[in-house]
C-alpha cells in the first residue's frame, strides 16, 4: 500500500510538471469544463424562467444537486481519462503491455495521465452548492460540511466505477472504439436531476441498482429534505454501502475482462 | 470522370466503413435514448409545474415532438469525435492525404457524406419507431420535403464548421478539449437541447443570427411546419447564406495549410 501511495504522489508530481509545461495546450480542457457548465445552467435558468418548482424541487435543491455530481465529476474525471481510451489500447494490443508491468493495471491506467484542469469542475462544484444551499434556506454546520466532502468522495467513487465498467465492457467488445463506455457514461446524465421525477421504481433502480443518485440527489434530500429519500436507511450510510458495494462489483467484472484479454495482433 | 469516380468512392469508403463499425452506430443510439429518455422525465415534471401545462404556447407533446425530431437532425448533422484531421496528423499520414491529387475537403466531404448515410439507414428506423409509438406526429401538418433540403442544407453547414474547427489540428494537437467544447457549444446554441423559443426573445433572436441554429433549429421546425410562407424561403435563404460563407472559410484555411503546413518526424 505505501509502495503504491509513494508511486502515486510521484505520479502526481511529474504529471504536476508536465502540466505547467504544456499549459496552453490544457486551456483547451478548461474551455470544456467551462462550457459544459453554462450548457446545463441554461438549461436550468429556461426551465426556472417558466416555472418555480420541478417535482416540489427549487432551483436551490437543482443546483445543489448539479453542484454535488460536478464536485464529484471533477474529482474522479481528473483520474480516469485514460480509462476512455482502454478500448484503442485494447485493440491494438497495448493494453497487454500494462500487464506485464509488475503493477495492477488498473492502477497504471488511472496514474498515467491526470488532467489537473478537470479539477475546475469541483470549484464550479463547489459554487453551485454554495450558492443552491443559499437559495433553499441551508443553515450549515460543521456535520453539514464534513458530510459534503464524504458524499463527494463517495460520489467520485461511484463515477470512477462506472467509468470502470466502461472500460471492461470496452475489453469485452474490443473493436467497437469507445462506444461502451461513452453509453454506459451517458446514463450519469440522470444524476443531474432529483431521482423522484423518474418515478417510484426509476428513483430505487438509481439508488441501489446503478446507483447514480448517490452522487447528487441523495446528499441533497439528506441535507434538505430526508423524507424525500427513496429508502429508510440513514443517508450515509446508504451512500457508503450501496456506493462501495458497487464499486467492489465493477472491479470485479473489470479483472474477470481482463483475464480473459489475450492481446491483439502480434 | 475519374475525378467524379474517386469522390464517389470516397462516399463508399464512409459508408463501409460505418458498417463495419455498426455496434458503434447502435451503441451511440443507446446514448441517444438515454438521453431522450432522462430529457422525458426532467420535462414532464417541468411542464407539469407550469400554468396550464404549457411553456411558451408549447404542450409537453409539441415539446417532445420538437425534441425527438431535433435530435435525430443533429445526430444527422453533428460530429462527435475529435475531427476529420486528429489520427492522420498525429501519424503523419496526412502527407499522403496531402499530395493526393484531389480536394482534401472534397474526399473529406464525401467520406462523411457516406457515414452519414450508413447512419441514416441504422437510426432513422428507430427514431420513426419512437415517433409511431408515442404517437408524436398525430394530428400535424409535416413538410417532409422542405424538411429533406433544409436537412441537406444544415449537414453541409455544419461539415464545414466542423472542417474548420478539425484544421486546428494542423497547429495544436489538444484536440481533446476543443472538439469537446465544440461539441457542447454547438449542442446548446443550434437547439439540440430544447426549442430556442423557450429561450427570452432577445438572446433566441441573436442565437437566430449564429449559424449553429441552422444545424438543428431550422430543420426541425421546416418539418413540424413551424415556419412557413415568407418566413420558411428565409430561414433556408439563410441557411444556405451560412453554408457559403463557412465553406469558403474552411476552403481558405486548407489552402493556407497546404501552403503553409511543415510535417515533423518521419
Redesign the interface.
Known amino acids: 500500500m505505501r509502495h503504491h501511495l509513494a508511486l502515486m504522489a510521484a505520479a502526481v508530481r511529474l504529471q504536476y510538471l508536465s502540466w505547467r509545461q ?1 499549459r ?9 469544463v467551462i ?2 457548465q ?2 446545463t445552467l ?2 436550468f435558468w ?2 426556472f ?7 416540489g424541487w427549487p432551483l436551490g435543491a437543482m443546483l445543489m444537486i448539479y453542484g454535488f455530481t460536478r464536485i464529484a465529476f471533477g474529482i474522479s474525471d481528473a483520474f480516469t481519462e485514460n480509462l476512455w481510451h482502454v478500448a484503442s489500447l485494447a485493440r491494438s494490443g497495448e493494453l497487454m503491455d500494462y500487464r506485464f508491468r509488475p503493477l495492477g493495471v488498473l492502477f497504471q491506467l488511472l496514474c498515467e495521465r491526470i488532467w489537473f484542469e478537470r479539477l475546475a469542475s469541483c470549484i464550479v462544484g463547489v459554487a453551485l452548492l454554495g450558492y443552491g444551499s443559499l437559495a433553499a434556506d441551508l443553515d450549515w454546520t460543521l456535520l453539514g460540511l464534513l458530510q459534503v466532502g464524504f458524499y463527494a468522495l463517495i460520489g467520485a467513487l461511484v463515477y470512477l466505477s462506472i467509468l470502470i465498467l466502461g472500460a471492461a465492457l470496452s475489453v469485452f ?1 474490443i ?3 469507445s ?2 463506455m ?2 454506459l457514461f ?2 450519469t ?2 444524476a443531474k ?1 432529483p431521482s423522484d ?3 417510484r421504481l ?1 428513483s430505487l433502480l438509481l439508488t441501489l441498482l446503478f446507483p447514480i443518485g448517490l452522487i447528487g440527489f441523495v446528499p441533497t434530500a439528506a441535507l434538505l429534505e430526508p423524507t424525500a429519500l427513496p429508502v429508510i436507511i440513514p443517508p450515509m450510510v446508504l451512500v457508503l454501502v450501496v456506493g462501495s458495494g458497487f464499486f467492489a462489483v465493477c472491479t470485479a467484472l473489470w479483472g474477470i475482462a481482463l483475464r480473459g484479454y489475450q492481446g491483439t495482433g502480434s | 470522370m475519374s475525378t467524379l469516380k474517386a469522390y464517389v468512392g470516397s462516399v463508399r469508403i464512409g459508408f463501409a466503413e460505418t458498417f463495419v463499425y455498426r455496434w458503434a452506430v447502435v451503441i451511440d443510439m443507446f446514448a441517444e435514448v438515454v438521453l431522450l429518455l432522462a430529457f422525458y422525465f426532467l420535462w414532464r415534471a417541468v411542464f407539469a409545474a407550469a400554468p396550464h401545462q404549457e411553456l411558451q404556447g408549447l404542450t409537453f407533446a409539441d415539446f417532445f415532438a420538437y425534441l425527438l425530431i431535433a435530435r435525430f437532425v443533429a445526430t444527422m448533422t453533428t460530429s462527435s469525435g475529435w475531427g476529420f484531421f486528429y489520427e492522420p496528423v498525429r501519424s503523419g499520414d496526412i502527407l499522403l492525404d496531402l499530395s493526393r491529387p484531389l480536394s482534401l475537403g472534397g474526399v473529406t466531404f464525401c467520406q462523411h457524406l457516406g457515414s452519414k448515410l450508413a447512419q441514416l439507414l441504422l437510426v432513422a428506423p428507430a427514431f420513426l419507431l419512437a415517433a409511431l409509438l408515442l404517437g408524436i406526429f398525430a394530428g400535424m401538418t409535416l413538410n417532409p420535403w422542405l424538411f429533406v433540403l433544409s436537412l441537406l442544407i444544415a449537414f453541409s453547414a455544419a461539415f464545414c464548421f466542423e472542417l474548420l474547427v478539425s484544421i486546428s489540428a494542423f497547429y495544436t494537437l489538444a484536440q481533446q478539449g476543443i472538439h469537446e467544447a465544440k461539441a457542447l457549444a454547438v449542442t446548446l446554441l443550434s437547439g439540440a437541447l430544447f426549442p430556442l423559443a423557450l429561450l427570452p426573445a432577445p438572446l433566441a433572436g441573436v442565437l437566430g443570427l449564429l449559424p449553429f441554429a441552422h444545424f438543428v433549429y431550422t430543420p426541425s421546425q421546416v418539418l413540424l411546419g413551424n415556419i412557413s410562407g415568407g418566413a420558411l424561403w428565409n430561414a433556408m435563404a439563410v441557411q444556405l447564406a451560412w453554408t457559403l460563407a463557412l465553406a469558403s472559410l474552411s476552403a481558405l484555411a486548407l489552402r493556407r495549410v497546404r501552403l503553409h503546413y511543415d510535417l515533423q518526424g518521419g
Not at chain 1, 24 to 32: E, F, I, N, Q
Not at chain 1, 49 to 55: D, F, L, R
Open positions: 504544456y496552453a495546450d490544457y486551456s483547451a480542457g478548461l474551455l470544456t462550457i459544459e453554462v450548457v441554461t438549461l429556461v426551465i424562467s417558466n416555472v418555480t418548482m420541478v417535482a467488445f473493436g467497437q472504439e462506444g461502451p461513452a453509453s451517458s446514463l446524465e440522470f436531476y421525477i423518474y418515478g426509476g
